[in-house]
């Protein structure tokens, strides 16, 4: 939830993200190697230990995440930012900047967040066209650590190609905060597929997706990645 929070402190782009990734712990295999543990096996015994040790890691499987490379993720959505000539002149490199913000999202999200979160520092809230910019850059992020590597719309449906499971998915349902994103995706084979009530505007679309990957994003600390 957390996570999630940061995510969503972010949905509009909005301010400030101080956010610390404890992934080990957060997934609870902290505890399962911890001093509580050490002291379980001496009472239950080792041989007792490794069969409770071996199912657990049994059952991980069913719940691996593999994020693909952040470049593979591809999004089919009509939008290209133009950048007004008065921001760009605002800004002190406006090509560098651009650059980092691509380097940032390639990283990892956490480098996202704090690309946007100094760009604000230095240069206030941005407009509409960065905002844009910055929107698609995190999208694809998220869809990269999901297991996503394509997303388009069809109709009234937005298709998202993905190497996750339908434990997974299910999982990842479990945990999303918005009864709307919820009740609009399915899962069919390697689809996640969000079915929506009329055709967005590519700008709105965008949007829209932004807000359902950060919610989706929420189920990251339960998984294990590989």
Not at 23 to 48: H, K, P, T, W, Y
Not at 166 to 176: A, D, I, N, P, S
Request: include cysteine; charged fraction near 25%; aromatic fraction near 10%.
């Amino acid at each position: 939830q957390d996570r999630l929070g940061a995510i969503e402190e972010h949905s509009d782009l909005g301010q400030g993200f101080h956010v610390a990734e404890k992934d080990m712990g957060i997934r609870g295999f902290g505890s399962m190697f911890g001093e509580q543990q050490s002291g379980d096996v001496a009472n239950v015994g080792i041989d007792l230990f490794f069969d409770m040790l071996f199912d657990s890691l049994s059952k991980v499987d069913h719940f691996r995440l593999k994020p693909i490379p952040y470049k593979d993720v591809q999004l089919d959505i009509n939008i290209s930012p133009h950048l007004s000539s008065e921001y760009i002149s605002y800004l002190e490199n406006p090509v560098e900047l651009l650059n980092e913000a691509a380097k940032a999202a390639e990283q990892d999200i956490w480098n996202l967040m704090q690309f946007t979160e100094d760009l604000r520092r230095q240069y206030g809230k941005e407009p509409r066209d960065m905002e844009l910019l910055l929107k698609k850059l995190y999208v694809r992020r998220m869809a990269a650590d999901l297991g996503i590597s394509r997303i388009y719309p069809s109709g009234k449906m937005i298709i998202m190609k993905t190497n996750m499971n339908r434990k997974v998915f299910r999982l990842m349902e479990e945990t999303m905060a918005s009864e709307t994103h919820r009740n609009s995706l399915s899962f069919t084979g390697k689809e996640i597929k969000a079915e929506l009530l009329v055709n967005l505007p590519d700008t709105l679309l965008l949007n829209w997706l932004f807000h359902c990957l950060a919610d989706c994003y929420a189920i990251m600390p339960a998984l294990v990645r590989y």
